[in-house]
C-alpha cells in the first residue's frame, strides 16, 4: 500500500503522520515519534511490553497498524505522567519496588491504568485478571499486583 496522512491524537497532541496504513504502530511510535518507553517484546501480541491505550483500552502496538488508529486517541507511558509528575500507579510501582529490569513497566502500568478507568476499586482477584497476560520476566507479578493494589483500595489518581 501507499503511503497516506494517517491522524490521530497521540498524549494529548494531533499527530499526523505519512505513513504507509498498514505500518505498526510500535514502530510509528518509537521511530518517527521518538517515544522508546513503548517497547519491542514477542512481536506477536503475547507479551504485553509493547501496550499503550488506545481510547482508554490497553493495546497491543505491535500488531495494530496505524489504519486501526485512525482519528482515535494514542496513549503511551510517556503521555501517562503530568505536570512534571508521576502518576499514581507509576508512584506505586516504584514504591511497592513492581520493576526490576523495567522491561515490562510501561505495558503493565498501561493496562493498569485501563482497569482503574473502567473499575475503580477492584479486587485483587480482578486485577490479577486483568495482567494474566502482561509478562514480566523478573519476577515481580506479587509486588506489581500490590502496586496496582494499593491505587485502587484509594490512593489518588488523575484520570
Same mark, same amino acid.
Given at each position: 500500500? *501507499?503511503?497516506?496522512?494517517? %491522524? =490521530? /491524537?497521540?498524549? #494529548?497532541?494531533?499527530?499526523? $503522520?505519512?505513513?504507509?496504513?498498514?505500518? $505498526?504502530?510500535?514502530?510509528?511510535?518509537?521511530?518517527?515519534?521518538? $517515544? !522508546?518507553? /513503548?517497547? @519491542? #517484546?514477542?512481536?506477536?501480541?503475547?507479551?504485553?511490553?509493547? +501496550?499503550?491505550?488506545?481510547?482508554?483500552?490497553? /493495546?497491543?502496538?505491535?500488531?495494530?497498524?496505524?489504519?486501526?488508529?485512525?482519528?482515535?486517541?494514542?496513549? !503511551?507511558?510517556? #503521555?501517562? &505522567?503530568?505536570?512534571?509528575?508521576? %502518576?499514581?500507579?507509576?508512584?506505586? =510501582?516504584?514504591?511497592?519496588?513492581? $520493576?526490576?529490569?523495567? @522491561?515490562? !513497566?510501561?505495558?503493565?502500568?498501561? +493496562?493498569?491504568?485501563?482497569?482503574? &478507568?473502567?473499575?475503580? %476499586?477492584?479486587?485483587?482477584?480482578?486485577?490479577?485478571?486483568?495482567?494474566?497476560?502482561?509478562?514480566?520476566?523478573?519476577?515481580? %507479578?506479587?509486588?506489581?499486583? *500490590? &502496586?496496582?493494589?494499593?491505587?485502587? &483500595?484509594?490512593?489518588?489518581?488523575?484520570?
Amino acid at each position: 500500500m *501507499a503511503a497516506a496522512a494517517i %491522524h =490521530f /491524537t497521540l498524549n #494529548g497532541r494531533p499527530v499526523a $503522520l505519512e505513513a504507509r496504513p498498514e505500518r $505498526l504502530l510500535l514502530w510509528a511510535l518509537r521511530g518517527e515519534q521518538g $517515544l !522508546t518507553g /513503548t517497547k @519491542y #517484546g514477542c512481536g506477536v501480541g503475547a507479551c504485553g511490553a509493547c +501496550t499503550v491505550l488506545v481510547d482508554g483500552r490497553a /493495546t497491543r502496538s505491535c500488531v495494530t497498524t496505524l489504519a486501526e488508529v485512525e482519528r482515535r486517541e494514542v496513549v !503511551t507511558i510517556e #503521555g501517562v &505522567a503530568r505536570n512534571g509528575g508521576l %502518576h499514581p500507579l507509576q508512584q506505586a =510501582f516504584i514504591d511497592h519496588g513492581a $520493576l526490576q529490569c523495567g @522491561y515490562c !513497566t510501561p505495558g503493565m502500568v498501561l +493496562t493498569a491504568h485501563a482497569l482503574l &478507568a473502567a473499575t475503580p %476499586h477492584p479486587a485483587r482477584e480482578a486485577i490479577a485478571a486483568a495482567m494474566e497476560h502482561q509478562l514480566c520476566r523478573c519476577g515481580a %507479578h506479587q509486588r506489581i499486583l *500490590a &502496586a496496582i493494589e494499593s491505587v485502587a &483500595a484509594g490512593a489518588e489518581r488523575s484520570p
